[in-house]
């Protein structure tokens, strides 16, 4: 038996906006917004719907933090002098309606987002836009989770105190 391969082309659009806290500040203030998933809980539960409940109180502002990583603690020794926080944020359950209908979909949730501070010092937050990812499967329940993403997105760079870009 054999196998076709295909290949997908879509467009991606990265937002990166300006927090108003120091580097380290933004980066607890989003680890509070997003808290850690709390994967040991999501794995021993037996139903759907204790899933949900879980997950309601896990992502109070909509996001989950699925990963974290130092990039500069990385990146140390080298000729990198960026201070840089690498994130995986969403929310499986959310993210479900997406996996129902393509596997392939859940390559977009969690997003990669990044804090980091730049050469002037400015805080920033960066990530792809969740609709536009969504939007290449050509498939409306697809869609529908990129646009309530870019929801979240927006309600979260509100919180964490950055203006929300007109595409979100």
């Known amino acids: 038996m054999t196998t076709a391969s295909t290949s997908f082309d879509h467009p991606a659009r990265r ?16 680890e509070t917004l997003v ?8 794995y021993q539960l037996g139903s759907w719907k204790a899933t949900l409940e879980l997950a309601e109180i896990n992502a109070p502002h909509g996001f989950m933090r699925y990963y974290r990583s130092d990039v500069c603690a990385l990146m140390a020794g080298s000729q990198s002098l960026w201070k840089a926080t690498q994130y995986l944020m969403g929310n499986h359950v959310v993210a479900e309606s997406a ?10 949730a969690p997003l990669p987002s990044l804090i980091y501070a730049d050469p002037d010092g400015d805080t920033k937050l960066a990530v792809d836009q969740p609709s536009l990812l969504f939007d290449s499967y ?4 697809i869609a529908e989770v990129g646009r309530e993403l870019d929801a979240r997105l927006a309600q979260l760079i509100t919180l964490l105190g950055g203006d929300v870009p007109p595409q979100l």
Do not use: G, I, K, W
């Not at 808290?35 to 999501?42: I, K, M, N, T, V």
């Open 138 to 141: 050509e498939n409306p329940q």
């Open 15 to 30: 937002l990166v906006v300006t927090l108003p806290r120091p580097y380290d500040a933004a980066c607890e203030q989003f």
């Open 35 to 42: 808290p850690e998933a709390d994967l040991p809980r999501f």
């Open 99 to 108: 996996f129902r209908e393509d596997a392939s979909a859940v390559l977009h």
